[in-house]
Nanobody, 116 residues
Framework: QVQLVESGGGLVQPGGSLRLSCAAS????????MGWYRQAPGKQRELVAT???????NYADSVKGRFTISRDNAKNTVYLQMNSLKPEDTAVYYC??????????WGQGTQVTVSS
């Protein structure tokens, strides 16, 4: 059974930092492309960042230079380091795992709120 468990969300002031983690189980993690997506109230889910099984990264323009995605294959975990957070980063952040056969798996989400 595939499980993706996110953690690290919370309330932070503008300009602050958070690090999200997503621990995966039930998959051959090293062969999966991993990603972070987010969904703000009243908006569609959008891509934040992805990292391939080979370590290639991709970012939404809105987070380039502020967010960093990384993975630790030994720990079956993907991270999202978020710096210089803005109120518009407020959303539920979801972890995604994409199999070599393009099957998608999702975590339950973790809330990030950026507010003073």
């Amino acid at each position: 059974q595939v499980q993706l468990v996110e953690s690290g969300g919370g309330l932070v002031q503008p300009g602050g930092s958070l690090r999200l983690s997503c621990a995966a189980s039930g998959i051959f993690f090293r062969f999966y492309d991993m990603g972070w997506y987010r969904q703000a109230p009243g908006k569609q889910r959008e891509l934040v960042a992805t990292i391939t099984s080979g370590g290639r990264t991709n970012y939404a323009d809105s987070v380039k230079g502020r967010f960093t995605i990384s993975r630790d294959n030994a720990k079956n975990t993907v991270y999202l380091q978020m710096n210089s957070l803005k109120p518009e980063d407020t959303a539920v952040y979801y972890c995604n795992a994409k199999s070599p056969g393009n099957n998608d798996f999702w975590g339950q989400g973790t809330q990030v709120t950026v507010s003073s």
